[in-house]
């Protein structure tokens, strides 16, 4: 196991979005180690994510609001899709279902965390950790997406070879959470923090 100096990551904010895949248990893993290592970690999710985690799950890792609908009510007013693009050191859509992937390409925002991979562009950096089926990530237009998506600056990390949920074996696991993590510190130290108040 990776060790990862607690507060290490003091100051930064982290957008995590967490999209409908088996993988999304490793989303709560990847929440709380970012909190521990000091970042400051606000999570968005699709309806599907949640059918795999329940919001109070990173809700507890983190302690903030999870954010799960473009209509969510708030104790103050603020447009969510803007506040928390603007606030984010940088997003991570973990996992990243090839349903997402292809939403980002073609500039889909048909849901809470599409209207924030949408509005977070120019902001700060993208970090994609994909998930799903291996035909489904051979499949010529998740390669083309993917191939898009790298033209256009988003990072990525995995997927990884090994057991996948339908149980057969290839290319398709999301990337353990160490290693998603050892990618976001190395993307967050290339500067400051953008809220060092907070």
């Avoid at 248990?25 to 400051?40: E, F, H, I, P, V």
């Avoid at 693009?85 to 279902?97: C, E, K, Q, Y």
Wanted: aromatic share 4%; charged share 20%; glycine share 8%.
């Amino acid at each position: 196991m990776v060790e990862h100096p607690k507060h290490s990551l003091k100051g930064y904010e982290v957008l995590l979005c967490v999209t409908g895949g088996i993988a999304a248990y490793k989303s709560a893993d990847l929440a709380s180690k970012l909190t521990q290592a000091g970042a400051g970690v606000s999570v968005a999710m699709t309806e599907a994510g949640r059918q795999f985690v329940a919001p109070l799950t990173f809700q507890t890792v983190t302690g903030r609001c999870v954010y799960t609908s473009l209509w969510q009510s708030v104790a103050s007013y603020n447009v969510k899709h803007v506040s928390l693009t603007d606030l984010a050191d940088l997003m991570v859509i973990a996992p990243a279902t090839a349903d997402m992937l292809a939403k980002m390409t073609h500039g889909l925002a048909d849901d809470l965390v599409s209207t924030l991979a949408l509005a977070v562009w120019g902001k700060c950096d993208i970090l994609v950790a994909p998930a799903m089926n291996s035909m489904m990530w051979a499949a010529p237009a998740t390669v083309a997406n993917m191939a898009t998506l790298r033209d256009r600056g988003v990072h990525v990390v995995g997927p990884d070879q090994g057991r996948l949920a339908c149980g057969d074996e290839g290319v398709g696991r999301m990337s353990e959470p160490d290693e998603i993590l050892t990618v976001i510190g190395k993307l967050l130290k290339r500067q400051e923090p953008k809220n060092q108040d907070l």
